[in-house]
T-cell receptor
């Protein structure tokens, strides 16, 4: 079967750095997405990786290793507003998105 | 209105009721999606429409019936639901419906409670 694994919950301190990991086993690979979802709100797109390596976008970076079936989202200079769930999703060989259950990130002052 | 809108935002219905969820996208996209989101579970894709044609139906029970009259509007008709159908129902749209970095834009969702 197809599977996406992420930690259920993480806690970090304001101003610090946090890394949220995602591992996947899917039938084929056509890209990996990260979305942010604040409580009670819509998921919003953060990043897309299809080639190995690091993609940087401001305070957020996303890394992909296709050979290891692994990605991480790196958040720097954490702010209270970064408290949210972070969803990892992989597009499989049928171009269907397979979603992880999300990682709830709690930021403490 | 901008982005993807959904109505109603909250819905409580009995198991014998019939109701409909509405989604509208103002982005000029060609693909629209219905997802079910339950607590601590992955998003479950229910239906996909590409250029108004249904291209995915992920073994969804017949008590959920989608309708896509045009590329901007998507409905989910509900009847004789079960308590386990209580969840957040999210609508999304994307430009192409499948390829490359075709990111999906989500609406705020309808929080459905079945009593």
């Amino acid at each position: 079967g197809q599977n996406i694994d992420q930690p259920t919950e993480m806690t970090a301190t304001e101003g610090a750095i946090v890394q949220i990991n995602c591992t996947y086993q899917t039938s084929g690979f056509n890209g990996l997405f990260w979305y942010q979802q604040h409580a009670g709100e819509a998921p919003t797109f953060l990043s897309y990786n299809v080639l190995d390596g690091l993609e940087e976008k401001g305070r957020f970076s996303s890394f992909l290793s296709r050979s290891k079936g692994y990605s991480y989202l790196l958040l720097k200079e954490l702010q209270m507003k970064d408290s949210a769930s972070y969803l990892c999703a992989v597009r499989d060989s049928n171009y269907q998105l397979i979603w992880g259950a999300g990682t709830k990130l709690i930021i403490k002052p | 209105e901008t982005g993807v809108t959904q109505t109603p935002r909250h819905l409580v219905m009995g198991m014998t009721n019939k109701k409909s969820l509405k989604c509208e996208q103002h982005l000029g996209h060609n693909a629209m999606y219905w997802y079910k989101q339950s607590a601590k579970k992955p998003l479950e894709l229910m239906f996909v429409y590409n250029f108004k044609e249904q291209t995915e139906n992920n073994s969804v029970p017949s008590r959920f019936s989608p309708e896509c009259p045009n590329s901007s509007h998507l409905f989910l008709h509900l009847h004789t639901l079960q308590p386990e159908d209580s969840a957040l129902y999210l609508c999304a749209s994307s430009q192409e419906g499948g390829g490359g970095s075709d990111e999906q834009y989500f609406g705020p969702g309808t929080r459905l409670t079945v009593t």
